[in-house]
Structure formats: structure tokens, C-alpha cells
């Protein structure tokens, strides 16, 4: 198995791993260079990417020819992230009527299904705008116009998650619908609404 | 029990006495839990679980309206069979879209509850509670609508009702799940498409049937053996 990062071979006998997720935790946990994330992974000569989460685990180390990860700063990623966030917020909130209509309609397999991907999303773009603010260095409490600061928007999208998983455990869907509808949607709105002045704030 | 209850349950002495009593004795189902909605509406909570929207029960009722499910009824030209009345928003909704509108509700303390909440005597005339499948007898197709937390909270009663509903699907809708298959026009010859096919679990049985018959099968002998096997 051949495996490099931008460009560099590594010693595969120094990658620990039976699968290609394990052997990727273990490249990104240890072998990284510093301030930089995996930008692109390159299996067998093509691009990689997960259709489910967590299908890497499916690839077993043997079958795996070449690993090529290439790398790129936080800045890099960041600066990715501003300009394509509308987007990525854009659509998560279409997937959204989706899915309380689903849960109002009692089609709660289907809907859980598209929920937990939903969920995997946020949490994905949230820790992801965390990143960005820490990384650009945007001010956390500081006002842009009527949409309040990050760091109160931030804090009130962990009120509703919280509330969202409480009443997830209830079962209680049609809760769970409104909560979707009338909490999370417009806080997710707002959030989108935010990207341009933070991208502005930008040096 | 607040001002609607007397005034629903005159206008339901109009067209059913009897029920009408039975209501007023009922008693409220215990663990109901009435909240006011964002929008000032009452809504309802019964063990824990919501039965409509805590923002606007209305709006979601009338978004009901366009479910496949309700969009089906109106093109075959069915009744919907509410399952589940709750306190009662969706259907309301429905007979502003239908001429009749079954309800199916297993515990009349709920009936009780719903007309002390929300005006029902406008709709009364074309709403009509259900207590057993043999009512339905002298009803032409009916789609049953579930509920989706009623349901939860009566799951036996449900089941019961889609297997009498299910059995008694007309021979009007039998052809369309069989127009993939040849022969059906000679096996429903003798039926009369308006009338209900008396013939228990054979419907069930088609559904139950996925893909074409295989060569040298015929509709007539598949059939045959789907009601020995339901037999």
C-alpha cells in the first residue's frame, strides 16, 4: 500500500488501521502537519468521499492500493467555508419541510432517517463555523445589525439541539416537527444571513 | 366543560342521539394535557405526546389537506375515515374539502374533549362518527387517514380498522391494482365496481402478490389459491 500526504510518502508499517476510516483517524491524529486539514483523499488514484456517514469503515485495509491525502490550511478551509456557506445552510434548510412533513405524517422511520443525516450536517457545519471564527479571528460578540452576535446565535442553536435530542428520546414527533419548523428553521436562516458580513470582517 | 359543549353536542343530537349521550357520559381520557398553542389556539398533549402542532395546530391541519394520502381520496372521489379524532383541527379541515367525512374515534372522552375546546357545529352536518366497520355498509369507497399520535395511542383499534377497511376496498379499486396483470378484466366481469367485494383478505392477498405472473400462471388460478391460502 502506498500512502502519502502532499505529496510525501509515509512508511505504511508506521499506520495503524484494519479499515480506511481507522487508517485515516490515525494519519489525521498523527501524521498531519501541523495547522493543516485533509482537504481531498485520493483512493486507489480516485476521489473519496463517504456516500453514508462512516462508510469508510466498510473499505478494509486490504484492499486498499494507494492512499494519496492532500492537505490544505485552516485558512484555506475557512475562506471555503465563507464562501460557500449560504449554500451548505441553503441546503440543509430545504431538507428541512421534508422532514416535518414526514414526522407530522407518521412516516417517522423515513423521517428519522433523514433527520440523523440532517443532524450529522449540522453538527458537521457548526463545528465547522466554529473553526472559521477561531481561525479568521472574527469577534464572537460582536452585533451584525438586527441578527444579534455569533456567539449569541451559537449559544441559542445549542438551546434548540439540546431540545431537539430531549424530545427525540420522547418520541414525541409532532413536537419534534414544530421544533424543526418554527425553532430551528429560522435560526438557521439567520445564521446564513450572517456569513457575508463575517466573510467581510475577513483581513 | 367550556361554552362549545352544550351548543356540539345539540347540533350532534341532530343527527346522532345516541352518541350524543354516550358523549355526554364519556369522561375525558385521563393524562390529556391542554396547552395553548403560539398562536392562542388550544392544543393537546395525552401521555407525553403531542397530538397538534404547539405553534399552529390549524396550519397544520390545513397542510394536511395536500398529503398524498388526502390528494388519492380526492381523485378516486373516496370518503377519508379519520382516524383519530384528537381535538378534533384536522377534521375540521377536511370537511371544508369534503362532502362527508368519517371519524373514527375508539374512546368518546376524547369526543367529549375535542367539542369543549373547538366549534364544531358548522361541520357537524357533514361529519359522521363511526363505532363499528358494519356502519359502513351503506357507504360507498372510504380511504382510511390516520391520525399519526391518535394511532399511537390506540394501536389495536387501528389495526383492527385496516383489516375491515382493507377487506372491504371496492372492485373499482381492485382493477386498478391489478390492470398490470392479464386476465384481471375476466376475473372482475362479474363484480360490480361500486360495491364492496365481500371476499375477506383477498385484496390483502394481491397486495401481498409483487411482479408479474410467471408463464403459464393465470390471474384466474393465482387468485383461486390466494383465497384458499386466506381461507
Redesign the interface.
Same mark, same amino acid.
Request: glycine share 6%.
Given at each position: 500500500m502506498l500512502i502519502s500526504i502532499d505529496g510525501r510518502p509515509m512508511e505504511e508499517s508506521l499506520i495503524s488501521g484494519d479499515n480506511l476510516e481507522d487508517i485515516l483517524s490515525d494519519l489525521t491524529e498523527n501524521h498531519m502537519p501541523p495547522n493543516k486539514i485533509v482537504g481531498e483523499v485520493l483512493l486507489n488514484g480516485r476521489t473519496y468521499t463517504e456516500d453514508l456517514p462512516h462508510a469508510a469503515v466498510e473499505v478494509p485495509r486490504t484492499d486498499i492500493e494507494s492512499l494519496v491525502l492532500v492537505t490544505l490550511s485552516s485558512e484555506d478551509i475557512a475562506r471555503h467555508f465563507l464562501d460557500n456557506g449560504q449554500n451548505i445552510l441553503g441546503s440543509m434548510l430545504d431538507s428541512l419541510p421534508k422532514i416535518t412533513?414526514l414526522f407530522?405524517?407518521?412516516d417517522e422511520t423515513e423521517a428519522n432517517e433523514h433527520y440523523l443525516r440532517f443532524l450529522e450536517s449540522l453538527h458537521l457545519t457548526v463545528s465547522l463555523l466554529e473553526k472559521v471564527i477561531q481561525v479568521m479571528d472574527i469577534p464572537y460578540d460582536v452585533s451584525i445589525g438586527e441578527l444579534g452576535s455569533i456567539e449569541g446565535r451559537l449559544g441559542w442553536l445549542a438551546e434548540i439541539t439540546t431540545q431537539l435530542l430531549r424530545i427525540q428520546e420522547?418520541?414525541?414527533?409532532?413536537?419534534l416537527?414544530?421544533v424543526l419548523?418554527?425553532e430551528l428553521t429560522p435560526e438557521l436562516e439567520t445564521l446564513r444571513d450572517m456569513l457575508p458580513d463575517m466573510k467581510s470582517r475577513i483581513h | 366543560m367550556n361554552r362549545f359543549f352544550e351548543q356540539n353536542l345539540n347540533k350532534l343530537s341532530e343527527f346522532d342521539p345516541e352518541l350524543a349521550e354516550t358523549v355526554r357520559k364519556a369522561a375525558v381520557p385521563a393524562q390529556t394535557l391542554i396547552l395553548t398553542a403560539?398562536n392562542g389556539r388550544p392544543t393537546l398533549?395525552v401521555n407525553?405526546?403531542?397530538?397538534?402542532?404547539? +405553534?399552529d395546530p390549524e396550519a397544520?391541519a390545513e397542510?394536511?389537506l395536500e398529503?398524498a394520502?388526502i390528494l388519492e381520496a380526492k381523485t378516486k372521489g373516496l370518503i377519508p375515515a379519520l382516524f383519530g379524532l384528537g381535538l378534533g383541527y384536522q377534521a375540521l379541515a377536511l370537511v371544508r374539502s369534503f362532502a362527508l367525512v368519517l371519524v373514527i374515534e375508539p374512546d368518546p372522552g376524547m369526543v367529549k374533549l375535542a367539542f369543549s375546546r373547538l366549534d364544531f357545529t358548522q361541520a357537524l352536518s357533514r361529519l359522521r362518527f363511526m363505532n363499528a366497520p358494519s356502519a359502513l355498509d351503506q357507504l360507498p369507497a372510504v380511504l382510511l387517514t390516520?391520525h399519526?399520535?391518535s +394511532?399511537r395511542l390506540h394501536q389495536q383499534a387501528f389495526h383492527f380498522w385496516v383489516e375491515r377497511l382493507e377487506a372491504r376496498r371496492p372492485a373499482g379499486e381492485l382493477k386498478k391494482i391489478l390492470a398490470d396483470l392479464a386476465g384481471w378484466e375476466e376475473l372482475l366481469g362479474g363484480f360490480d365496481p361500486t360495491r364492496p367485494v365481500n371476499l375477506p383478505g383477498l385484496v390483502q392477498a394481491v397486495h401481498r402478490r409483487t411482479g408479474p405472473l410467471s408463464e403459464g400462471e393465470t390471474l384466474v388460478l393465482l387468485l383461486h389459491e390466494l383465497t384458499m391460502t386466506e381461507k
Open positions: 412533513e407530522r405524517l407518521g420522547e418520541n414525541d414527533w409532532i413536537y416537527a414544530d419548523e418554527y | 403560539r398533549a407525553g405526546v403531542t397530538l397538534h402542532s404547539r +405553534v397544520e397542510a394536511l398529503s394520502l390516520p399519526p399520535p +394511532v
